[in-house]
């Protein structure tokens, strides 16, 4: 059996967890929190980041940090998981899905400026599969109709726009370190807040409105409740977990961009028979988060999940167009979303991980080179 996802095991888990159990101190924002934090600031210039118990937690923060209210309007692709969009519906706004472009699940950039109204608040990106949207335009639009830039970073980790870190553009940024993401701890998360004088806010929401962290930290000399906000800290358990996976960072991401790159060779003959490999533009890096291809269409799809199926291998297609999704459609303004469409009937994921070994690797790329024979 090829597993769709096997999360990476690094080598000093259980040793940083023991240490933290033996410490006594397992709440959040112990000394492997402090770690990771540390961590991300320097390696990649993050301010101020806050571990979560997970991206859906950081994006539902950035919600609450942008001030989103009822009647606001939020744009976002609708080619994303639905965490993207609950954490806005969560406070009233009114979704706007926008498509994807015809060559890349990424949001469309060029079709936003016409879904701006005078009520439009925030644009959130997903950088799909760890790709960069095209920022330039996005951080454009934002300029013209004073907009608030939301990163769903959930895929992004180790990633980069023209040389610069993803997270880092939005005045927000959520990442995910769910098991199926690069670097994991089971469910977890990080938010950045990237503007001068949100960072008090934002460690206020995250401690259930109180102003604990400043109390904890010896700024002031008692705590209380002054915001709203929610419990989104990690157990220190879990950082720890975490910190031993970004101590093996660059090993994870050297073997899962070995193996991304061998999908990309071996599968290169199918791309004559219609079938749509990645494409990375030249402003994006590649992470080696997701290995895709966009079968001709849905029956087809269906055929080859089904093949690779009875030869134990999981390959799995990705999300509904969230504008067609049971809760949503009635909601939906009506106007057709064609590529997110053709990748919500079209798109499947092969197996990739860390320990994909290549005798594996070759027997799934040996099947998909068949089924199209
Ligand atoms: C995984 C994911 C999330 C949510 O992250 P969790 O940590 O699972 O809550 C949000 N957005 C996208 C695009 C994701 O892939």
Redesign the pocket.
């Known amino acids: 059996m090829i597993r769709f996802n096997v999360p990476y095991k690094a080598s000093r888990e259980l040793q940083h967890v023991k240490e933290v159990l033996e410490s006594g101190n397992l709440s959040g924002d112990g000394l492997f929190t402090r770690k990771v934090h540390a961590f991300f600031s320097e390696k990649y210039g993050f301010r101020s980041p806050l571990l979560t118990t997970?991206?859906?937690?950081?994006?539902e923060m950035a919600a609450i940090l942008a001030r989103i209210a009822p009647g606001d309007e939020v744009i976002m692709p609708s080619y994303?998981?639905v965490?993207?969009a609950n954490a806005f519906e969560l406070r009233g706004a009114k979704i706007v899905f926008a498509d994807s472009l015809s060559y890349d699940p990424n949001m469309d950039t060029e079709s936003l400026e016409n879904l701006i109204t005078p009520k439009t608040k925030a644009i959130v990106v997903?950088h799909?599969a760890g790709v960069a949207v095209h920022m330039d335009q996005v951080m454009q639009l934002a300029q013209d109709h004073d907009l608030t830039i939301i990163e769903?970073a959930?895929?992004s980790i180790d990633a980069t726009y023209k040389g610069r870190p993803l997270g880092t553009f939005g005045s927000y940024a959520?990442f995910?370190?769910?098991e199926?993401?690069n670097i994991s701890c089971g469910?977890?998360?990080m938010f950045i807040a990237s503007l001068d004088g949100d960072f008090e806010r934002a460690e206020i929401i995250r401690e259930k409105g109180t102003n604990r962290s400043a109390f904890f930290r010896g700024d002031i000399d008692k705590y209380g409740w002054v915001d709203v906000g929610s419990s989104y800290l990690p157990s220190d358990i879990l950082a720890a977990v975490l910190y031993a996976q970004l101590e093996e960072l660059d090993q994870i991401q050297t073997l899962r961009l070995a193996v991304w790159k061998r999908y990309m060779d071996g599968l290169s003959g199918i791309k004559s028979k219609g079938v749509d490999l990645p494409v990375i533009p030249d402003y994006a890096s590649n992470n080696a988060h997701m290995f895709y291809i966009v079968c001709n269409d849905k029956t087809e799809r269906t055929e080859l999940i089904e093949r690779l199926k009875e030869h134990q291998i999981k390959a799995a297609f990705h999300y509904q167009p969230l504008h067609r999704s049971k809760y949503f459609a009635g909601k939906h303004d009506g106007r057709s979303l064609p590529n997110a469409d053709k990748y919500g009937d079209r798109l499947v994921r092969l197996p990739l991980f860390a320990d994909l070994n290549a005798v594996d690797q070759d027997k799934i790329i040996d099947l998909v080179c068949d089924h199209y024979k």
């Open positions: 997970s991206g859906t937690h950081a994006l994303t998981f965490s993207t997903v799909y769903d959930a895929h959520a995910s370190f769910h199926t993401k469910e977890g998360g």
